[in-house]
């Protein structure tokens, strides 16, 4: 080992020391070097499906020459048969010989490059997903850091309570006291809520009864029968209408 790697395994070592503290007392940085860390890498291969993809387009079109050609030198092979033409066809039999190697070797080079792109694109998948889940482990894991620093700090207070410090964990009760009632009275406007929700569906349902009273008016009056079985319907659909209307009021007070 030179004299200059050594220097650079003490470096490292160095560094590795001094970089665990700092994790400890900074852990996000931590997270924040794995996930840059891990989105060069997914720049990188990026960039590499990139060239892949262009060289499967380029076989692509390789491919499609090829045909192009070997049909056409089939078909002037025919016409120098037909013209007797020997000179030219034995031409055009190793042309055509020649593209039929050529596009062979083009389809197998285009079956290795499709799977360099499938296997590059699922690379690329799995190391998005993994960089989303180091972020969503970086939130929880702050979180519950600075949860337990917040704990050991009020205990560490706790351990030293003077005259003030009872006065001021008082004052910690109280804003947990007015907090539990924000959330119960966000309880009961939810539950008001919800009341209003059952109103509308009683409504609804009305506005429905009143319709299919209506149609089954139309339906009778269509097929004949009395004259006055539209009003008679339109009647009911008031009368019902007024019962909506008394059961709209009395669905605020139904218990839930």
Known sequence: MGFFAR?????????????GGLEERHPEIAYENAINALTEKYAALKSSAGSLIAI??????EIQKAESELKTTQEELEAAIQLNNDEVALILIERQDQLTADLE???VDMVGAVKDVDAVKESINELREEITKLKNERDKTLAKIKSAEARKQIQDQLDGLTVDDELKALEKVREYRDRIQGEVQVSDELAESSLEGQLKEVRDQS????????????????????????PQAEAAVEGEAGDAGDAGGDAPTKSL
């Open 56 to 61: 499967r387009s380029r076989l692509e079109a």
């Open 207 to 230: 506005a429905k009864n009143r319709a299919r009273a209506r149609l089954e008016a139309l339906k009778a009056k269509r097929s004949g029968g009395d004259a006055e079985a539209e």
């Open 7 to 19: 220097i650079a395994n003490l470096w490292k070592g160095f560094m590795s020391l001094f970089v």
């Open 105 to 107: 070797t083009a389809k």
